[in-house]
Structures are given as C-alpha cells and as structure tokens.
C-alpha cells in the first residue's frame, strides 16, 4: 500500500527555470511534510517542511504549497541550478502517535541543465 | 556537533553471510531509526527505538533481521543468512521525540550480496 505517491518520476529543467514536484497522500492522520533531497551515495537531506496549519511555506528558493482538502503538496524550486541537480523525495509523518516514522514517495530525479 | 554516523559504509558479502551495521545517532537524540533504500526508491522504514526500547518493526523485518540499541545510544543492524534480494543502502536516523519530527540520516551502509 503506497500511502505517498509522488510525481513525476524524472524531471528536466533549464538553468533559471522552475522545476515542481508533487505528492499525494493518503492518511489524514498525517501532520508533518518534509522535503529531501538526497545525492548519490549520499543520505537523505531535510531541504523543507509544512504542517497542514498553513498552505505555503517558502526558504528560499524552495516553496511548498499543500492543500488538505485535495491530500497534496509540492515543492517550488525557483531560479533552479545546476547544482540542485539531485533525486527529490516527499515524505509524510504521524508525529503525534506514530514515533515521527516518515513514509517516503518514490522519488524525482532532477537535472537542470546549463 | 557531529551527524548521525554508520559504519561500514560499504559492506560485500557472500550469501549466507551474517553482517552486521552500526549507527551512531546525534547525541540528544532519543529516537533511532533504519531504513531500507533500494535502488530508484524511497527509504522504507523498518524499525525504530525510544532510548532503548524497540517500539515498532516493519513486515519488511524478516525473521533474519534483528536490531538492537543496548543502552538507547548506538545502534546495531544485523542480517543473518543474507540473501541476494537483501542487497540495499541500509539508512540509519535520529531525532528528538520532543521536536517537530525532522529526522537527520546518515550517510548509509551499502550492503552487496553475492
């Protein structure tokens, strides 16, 4: 059972463009939404995160946007460069009763090209 | 201030082998988790502990498959009789049960079973 669906799969953008990245979820029990951004042979690294309190977040160049009502959310990587060329992975928590135990979606891979 | 350590970083092992990993979480944090990665997929969750305590394990946690955090600090993963279908970046966790759910990974242990 996929509870996070996440899209697209692979993504190419242009140096300066705006790459997106959306999730779907299933659990309404969810209430944290992290970003990660993860390189090769590298752990998995916090980029960014929402609680359904609010629609947007932005630091920086990354934006998330969430809907509750739809169950989704999406990462905004504005002025996108080459060196965030990396694999993009949405993830979802119960931190209030289930231990913060993030579920991951499958991951984009992000390339933006010069 | 140091990051969530694990050793080894690559491990190659014949099937059938027993291996064991070993994580060192960021110091005040109670929490510790291990993931499994797999290639072109998200981290998918297989246990995690409260200072010592395992408190949930994954159907993904076979029977081969023990975890133990002795005295709620470092933690050790091992794998009995491995099998080829075992071969993963295994990723290890942690965070404070009292923040707002942001884990912080480790760099991964890759496990290669021949």
């Known amino acids: 059972q996929q509870q996070v669906k996440q899209s697209p799969q692979s993504l190419i953008v242009q140096k300066g463009g705006i790459s997106i990245i959306n999730c779907a979820y299933e659990?309404?029990?969810?209430?944290?939404f992290p970003w990660y951004q993860q390189f090769p042979g590298k752990g998995p690294a916090l980029l960014i995160a929402?609680?359904?309190?609010?629609s947007e977040k932005k630091e920086g160049r990354f934006t998330i946007s969430f809907n509750k009502s739809a169950k989704q959310f999406s990462l905004h990587i504005m002025d996108s460069q080459p060196g965030d060329s990396a694999t993009y992975f949405c993830a979802a928590s119960w931190t209030k009763g289930g231990g913060n135990k993030l579920t991951f979606g499958t991951g984009t891979q992000l390339k933006v090209e010069l | 201030d140091t990051g969530v350590s694990q050793d080894p970083r690559h491990k190659i092992t014949k099937r059938g082998q027993n291996v064991t990993f070993r994580c060192d979480p960021i110091s005040e944090h109670n929490r510790l988790y291990w993931y499994r990665q797999t290639l072109g997929q998200g981290p998918e969750f297989l246990t995690y502990f409260q200072n010592e305590a395992q408190l949930e394990k994954s159907r993904l946690l076979s029977d081969r498959f023990s975890a133990e955090r002795p005295k709620g600090s470092f933690s050790t993963l091992e794998i009995q009789r491995t099998e080829q279908g075992d071969s993963a970046m295994y990723l290890c966790a942690s965070s404070h049960s009292v923040t707002s759910g942001e884990l912080f990974f480790g760099e991964g242990s890759r496990l290669t079973v021949l």
């Open positions: 929402i609680r359904p309190d609010v």
């Open positions: 659990n309404t029990a969810f209430d944290y």
